[in-house]
């Protein structure tokens, strides 16, 4: 499997490289055991200075790929290569040093997707850095203040007690659609807070339930709380959950 994939990034990443104003090329963390994986796909960052290389030409660079299709919303292409998904997505650089330039007065870009972006900065696979950008980045973001993770907790803190809200009202109310999607907006916003509150940056959803069980920095009884949440055993009542939630909350904010 590491030979194929190895391959097939280094294919990519060559391709990519020829786009005008590409600087660094990564591969974020391969997640699955095989390539049969439904988890498995690769996924590049690539990061540009300047305007982005328009639809056509980035088609053009993958001819032999399948099901090639560009988000008219987002800077993101997906595809087919050798019948494995590929996601690439392109990032501004001037971007990246804008929010990194004024982080603290930049707090709400972490507001839905949390700090994944800085994970797949610093953890990502280097494939092509053309300049020292991304070194000097990654320095960057191993050195951020503390002032920059007090006032993300707040805000964390913040997200936290809304969902926690919303979903004890759902559970009196015994509405279960909105039941399920506070509930996932709670769970996450734990996770995502606790993330903070160990200076760490938040992993892809698919790594989330490994990488916050094993943080150094957790609440007493926290991953047994986790594990009674997540549970579909019928003893583990709507109310049930509603205090182990209230609980899990109550242990976080403590925290901060």
């Known amino acids: 499997m590491k030979r194929k994939v190895d391959k097939i990034s280094g294919d990519l990443s060559e391709r990519l490289s020829q786009l005008p104003g590409v600087d660094s090329i990564t591969l974020a963390e391969i997640v699955g055991d095989d390539l049969v994986d439904p988890y498995f796909f690769f996924s590049l960052d690539v990061y540009y200075r300047g305007a982005l290389p328009d639809e056509n030409a ?27 998904p590929v996601r690439i997505e392109y990032k501004d650089m001037a971007r990246v040093d804008e929010i990194l330039g004024k982080i603290e007065r930049n707090l709400w870009v972490f507001r839905q997707t949390g700090t994944y972006m800085f994970y797949r900065l ?15 980045t990654r320095a960057v973001l191993s050195g951020l203040p ?63 339930y490994d990488r916050v069980t094993a943080l150094e920095l957790l609440p007493e009884h926290f991953n047994a709380r986790f594990e009674s949440f997540l549970s579909d055993d019928p003893d583990f009542t709507p109310s049930r959950k509603r205090e182990i939630a209230e609980h899990m909350a109550a242990s976080i904010v403590r925290m901060c």
Do not use: M
């Open 58 to 84: 980035r088609r053009k660079l993958f001819a032999d790929s399948g099901a090639f299709e560009s988000s008219s919303v987002a800077a993101k292409d997906r595809f087919l290569i050798e019948d494995l």
């Open 122 to 136: 610093e953890n990502g696979s280097v494939l092509t850095a053309k300049s020292d950008w991304l070194e000097r």
């Open 146 to 208: 503390d002032s920059f993770w007090s006032l993300l907790a707040q805000s964390s803190r913040a997200t936290l007690e809304h969902y926690l809200s919303d979903y004890a009202a759902a559970v009196v109310r015994q509405d279960e659609l909105f039941s399920l999607i506070s509930a996932a907006g709670f769970i996450k916003s734990c996770c995502s807070t606790l993330f903070v509150l160990n200076h760490r940056f938040e992993p892809s959803g698919r790594l989330l």
